[in-house]
C-alpha cells in the first residue's frame, strides 16, 4: 500500500492510514506501506537547495530546518504520544544531517545531482518515522526503511533513476521476511545505485517505488491510495462530470499517465505488468468505494474510448525544408541533436512529402530545442524551424479503439462542429491512443466535446 503526501499531510490524514492498514493487519494480511513525504515537502526542499547556493544568509537553513521540525514533531505528538520521544531523537538526527548537506552546499556554492538527490529525499526520510510511531502506538509492530535498505536498487541517473532488474532479489530477501512479523514503512521515491549511492526516481516516484517493491515481494495486488477515488474518464477539474472507471488496463493506465494523468506515475506500471500484479487506485478518505482496478486484459465494453487527457505545458517545432525530401539520415540527425540536448520528444508526426517534421514537447525545453536544431539549419540540413508554445496535447485513450472503424471519423468531425481546429495528429501502432494539437485556449473546449460525444459520463455496460 502506497500512501501519497495529501494521505499523510496531518494528523487526521495519518490516523485514517492507521485506520485502514489496521483492518488488514488484523485480518492477518501480509502488508507493506510506503509512504511519501507531506503534501509540499518536497517543494519547499527543493527551493531550499536552490536559494542557498545563492544566498549569502545562511540564517535560512536554521528556520528552514526549525519548521520542518515543528511541522513534523506536531503530527507526532498527536498520534503516537507514547513514541513521540524515541521517534524525536531520530528525527533530530536526520535534521542534523539534511543542515549538514544544507550548509555544504551554501559554502561549496554548488548543488550536484546527487547533492539534490538527497536532499530531496527527507521529506520520505522524516514522516516515514511519523507513520511507523503511528503504528506503534496502535499495536501494530513496524520498523522504517529506506529504499535502498528495502532493495531498490536503480540507474545512476540522479532525479529519473529507474529500477534494475537485480532489485527484485535484494527486496525477496530483505523484505519479504519482515511482512510475517509487523509492517514495514518503507521511504517511497527513492533507491540506490549498486555502490549504495542515493537516487530518486522523479517527481511522483512513490507509486513507482510501489510497484517496484510489489514485484520484488511477487504481491498478490498493489495499492495506490490517493485522494480521489480512482482514475477516472477525464480531469474533475474541466470535466464536471467525468467518472471513475472501475476497472482498466495496464496499456490504457501507461498511456494516460503519459499524457498528463496525475493519478499514477508513468512508469509504476511496468513492474506490475511484468509480474501481472492487480493495481488499485482508492482513495484514502473514502477508503469504501471500491476505486479503479488495474489488469493486464480488461474485459471489452461497447464503448471504444476509455478516458481523455491533456498536456497544457507543451510547445509545437515544426522542421522543414525541401532538402529533406528522400534525403536518408534526416530524421537520425534531427533526433540525435534532440537527444544530446536533452530534450524528450512526446509526439512526432510526419508528412507523406518528408518535408515536414513536427514535433510536441515540454516548453520548459523549447529554447534548448531551438538551439539545437538551429545548428541543422546552418548546416544546410533543413530549411527552417518554426515553433508555437501555445498549444496543448490531447489524447484520446481506449483499447476499444484498435480494430474500430471510424472511430477517428468521430473524433475530428466532432472537433470540426465544435469550431477546434486541429493543428497535428499523432496516432501509435497500437491504436491505444489517438493524440493531437490544438490552441491552447481550445484544450479544455476539446475535452468537453469529445467526453460527450463518446458519452464517457454514462456507467460502463456489463
Known sequence: MKFGGTSVADADSVTQVVDIVERHYLRDDEVAVVVSAQRGVTDQLIAIAEEIVKSQDTSTIGSFIHSLRVRHEKVLNQVAGDYASEACKE????????????DAVHHLR??????RDYIITFGERLNALVVCAAFRQRGIPSTVLDGCEAGIVTTPQHGEAMALPASDGRIKSRLLP???EMVPVVMGFMGCTENGIITTLGRSGSDYSAAILGAGIDADEIWIWTDVDGIMTSD????DNARVLSTISY???MELSY???KVMHPRSIEPAMRKNILV????????????????HHEKRDTRVVKALTYIDKVALVSICGAQMIGRPGVAKMIFSALADAEVNVMMISQGSSEANITLIIDETQLNIAKVALTALVKQGMVREVTTNRDVCAVAVVGCGMAGARGTGGRIFTALGEAGINVMMISQGSSEVNISFVVDQADGQKAMRTLHDEFRLSEEDDE
Open 91 to 102: 528525527m533530530e538526527n536526520r535534521l542534523a544531517n539534511l543542515e549538514n548537506i544544507l
Open 110 to 115: 554548488e548543488l550536484t545531482p546527487r547533492s
Open 178 to 180: 519482515l511482512l510475517t
Open 236 to 239: 474533475p477539474r474541466v470535466i
Open 251 to 253: 496499456l490504457e493506465v
Open 259 to 261: 499524457f498528463g494523468a
Open 280 to 295: 488499485r487506485v482508492k482513495n484514502t478518505f473514502n477508503p469504501d468505494h471500491p476505486g479503479t482496478c488495474i489488469v
